[in-house]
């Protein structure tokens, strides 16, 4: 049995995580700061089975103001996915991106060097920009969007305390994450949302660009499995190894829905990429991992829980 801390552990991603952790019987310490990206509420409903299990602690605190060295010393891993998310809205907000990304990583850091415990951390393919196909771990980062930049920033912050401080730390570069709890801002959901109501869905370029679409738990088994994973430093690429267009993903939604969609395409959006496709064969190799979920699958597991939960 590990002791744990999650951060973020109320979002999309770090509420399922807890899940996973409690499931398999380790002591979880969770944090999150509800910002206001997203309601509240959602985030409350997420963590609502975790917090009534006798082995889950909730702290509500930003990891800017909290004590985190004694957080830190009590734990043996630790799992840091709090975060600023979105594209689109760090262009408008980039302090915000800058304190939540930046910031609150190198005070978190900062809180290991000591106790010197596993650090995973959540980044994103949003490092790699426009990179040739498929992403490989040791092509450049060369982010297309201020939201990229600051998780380009937080790995190099990584690099610099796992080399001075010797944090054995494992990074985790997620590609386009979807599932139950999925934050109503993301194209999932908002495309289910809006067939379903009988709304336009509305589509950022022309539909043809692709996406390596990664099922929840396989994002959940593969951090749980960097928890596991002795290293000084490695990085790793985790998604489902194939990529679908948009335009397809949409056509798969028709059919599980059984309505017609109708798509209103809008010019593409600042910051976002053309294309991603992960080549997983270095996740595959170090740390076993094997996505199970094909993306028709994951879409009807999320449509059950969006009519369930909506």
Request: contains cysteine; glycine residues 8%.
């Amino acid at each position: 049995m590990k002791k744990v801390l999650v951060t973020g552990c109320a979002g999309f991603i770090g509420s399922h995580l807890v899940d996973a952790l409690l499931e398999k019987g380790e002591l979880v310490t969770g944090i999150d700061c509800f910002t206001d990206y997203y309601s509240r509420k959602l985030k409350e409903r997420n963590i609502a089975g975790a917090k009534k299990h006798s082995n889950f602690k909730f702290i509500e605190g930003n990891l800017l103001s909290t004590d985190l060295k004694k957080l830190v010393s009590e734990v043996d891993v630790v799992y840091h996915l709090a975060a600023q998310p979105g594209v689109r809205y760090s262009w408008e907000q980039f302090d915000v991106y800058v304190d939540n990304n930046i910031r609150a990583t190198q005070k978190l850091l900062e809180a290991c060097k000591e106790k010197k415990p596993q650090f995973v951390f959540a980044s994103s393919s949003s490092v790699y920009g426009n990179a040739p196909l498929p992403i490989t771990e040791n092509l450049g980062t060369v982010p297309v969007s201020p939201y990229g930049m600051t998780k380009m920033a937080c790995e190099r912050l990584l690099k610099i305390y796992a080399d001075e401080f010797k944090i054995p730390t494992v990074v985790l570069r997620y590609f386009t994450v979807y599932g139950p709890r999925q934050r109503p801002d993301m194209a999932i959901y908002k495309f289910f949302n809006s067939l379903i109501e009988g709304n336009e869905i509305e589509v950022y370029g022309d539909g043809k660009q692709t996406r390596d679409m990664t099922y929840v738990a396989d994002i959940v088994n593969a951090t749980m499995l960097a928890g596991e994973f002795t290293t000084d430093y490695q990085s790793f690429n985790i998604a489902s190894g194939a990529r679908t267009s948009v335009n397809d993903i949409i056509k798969i939604i028709e059919n599980l829905t059984g309505k017609k969609a109708k798509v209103s395409y809008k010019p593409a959006a600042k910051g976002d990429v053309k294309d991603t496709w992960a080549d997983i064969g270095k996740a595959r190799a170090y740390m076993n991992y094997d996505p199970e979920t094909k993306i028709e699958e994951g879409l009807g597991k999320y449509l059950e829980w969006h009519l369930k939960h909506k």
